[in-house]
């Protein structure tokens, strides 16, 4: 198994721009979630899907969109990127969605800049 | 908000140290979780403790809870250099609608050989 992969590892925007974080896992898991993570202020929840269609808002998602049309893949869009977007992006995904009944496996992240 | 807050934020110990590492949270809560982090990477597992338990091993790891002080501590005994890593405790707010995780801001923990 690949576990959770994330893709792009890097990436740079500038401000206004658009663009999707891909997130995929392959262990067949019901709870997705997408975090970021800013020096000194720990993991933030963006967005959260229990399952295929099924979507939430978390602590701070604005500024950002998912979808989930797949049990695999769980998207995060940028809308209209902002400088504040600037950090480290982590999906994560468990088997069922109370996701703290069950360990979180997290993707390696990726690196958005937003200039 | 922050539900869990980690205490110390960084801690340096030499190799074969024990490191000790706390976690209070604000509200009630069903289960508590400790997660490593090493730099650059994704968070790791470590253990999860549910609400009616009070110690729990695994390896060099023990984390123990106290809800009537809504406080967990994870220690890590025999420190590695490989050990070196930002530890995160997570917690389900009961009331929160238990689809999310709150995670603390971690310790950092440096291991020097």
């Known amino acids: 198994n690949a576990g959770v992969t994330q893709t792009p590892k890097f990436q740079v925007l500038k401000t206004g721009q658009s663009m999707t974080l891909q997130c995929a896992q392959d262990m067949n898991h019901e709870y997705m979630s997408w975090y970021r993570q800013d020096p000194g202020m720990g993991l933030r929840l963006i967005h959260y899907?229990?399952?295929?269609?099924?979507?939430d808002q978390g602590e701070v998602p604005n500024g950002y969109n998912v979808s989930r049309s797949t049990t695999e893949d769980f998207p995060l869009r940028l809308l209209s990127a902002a400088p504040s977007q600037t950090s480290v992006y982590f999906c994560a995904s468990s088997y069922r969605g109370r996701p703290m009944r069950y360990e979180q496996y997290f993707g390696p992240g990726t690196r958005l800049t937003v200039t | 908000s922050q539900q869990g807050e980690e205490d110390p934020q960084a801690l340096s110990i030499q190799e074969g140290e024990n490191a000790t590492m706390n976690c209070s949270y604000k509200?009630?809560?069903?289960?508590l979780q400790w997660y490593r982090q090493n730099s650059g990477r994704g968070l790791v597992h470590l253990i999860l403790i549910r609400s009616n338990e009070r110690e729990k091993h695994s390896g060099r790891l023990r984390v123990t809870l106290d809800t009537s002080k809504k406080s967990s501590s994870l220690l890590i005994t025999a420190s590695r250099a490989a050990d070196t890593a930002s530890y995160f405790c997570a917690t389900d707010p009961l009331g929160a609608g238990s689809y999310q995780l709150t995670f603390g801001k971690g310790t950092k923990l440096s291991v020097i050989p």
């Open positions: 899907s229990v399952g295929a269609g099924i979507t």
């Open positions: 509200t009630s809560i069903n289960n």
